[in-house]
């Protein structure tokens, strides 16, 4: 069974990789096949057509911030929420647990028009606050359950040793904090790299657009060149295929954890 389920998700994308080393004419005759002669000029062209070079460097920063900030937002929101007791925890626990069910495209209209009006469009911060504000949710849902399992004595020792709030939180919580931080950066990279309806209603700026949006440039006269597409949908795919490789035992320790302690 496993066996079938990853045959599912490996070959759309071995057909894709296979078929952008294509000419055209070939993919129409042999399309299950292997290239004759790989044609790597695909991915030159691929490359320069989608504009992906500076688009690369577009994502990098803006998803690259958008995680920081929203982990170093989640993680005090998480803390204060899980480590101690007041009269609103409960409403503001439900509060954040529900912005997960909220459909991000809902929220493309009234988000556009409050963007125009507070002048944010088509700068560094445009796509910066949305990721960061749909990110917090999850992040702070992963980061407080994993809290929940620590000892009040770490609090008590911190309190002992003559550590303030934020000196407990920062000494003692966060160091314990580890792998559920690697899970929350790793949904939260994921989720940002790959999010294209937020880039394409509020970037308009060209330098400023990000790689998702890169694709959109094989439409017009590249619309039928679908070995140039494969090729750019790869390019594309390298970077979240070497990505989750390399941290994805990070992903699960995180989750192993989580569920031990919970």
Known sequence: MLLLLLVINIYPLLWMILNSLKTERELSTNPFGVAREPVWSNYIEAWKVAKLGPYLVNSIIVTLSAVVLTLLVGALAAFFLSR???KSKGFLLVYFTFGMLIPIHATLVPLFIEMRS???????????????????PITIFIL????????????????????SVMGIFGRLILPMLTPALATAFIINFLNNWNEFSFALVLINDGALKTLPLGLANFAGQYN????????GLTIVLVPTLLFYLSVQKYLTAGMTAGAVKG
């Open 224 to 231: 039928r060149s679908y070995t140039l597409q494969m090729a």
């Open 144 to 163: 407080a359950g994993f809290m929940n399992a620590f000892p009040k004595e770490v609090e008590e020792a911190g309190i002992m040793d003559g550590c």
């Open 118 to 136: 507070l002048n944010l469009m088509d700068n560094r911060l445009t796509l910066l606050l949305p990721y960061t504000a749909f990110n917090l």
């Open 84 to 86: 101690f007791e007041f």
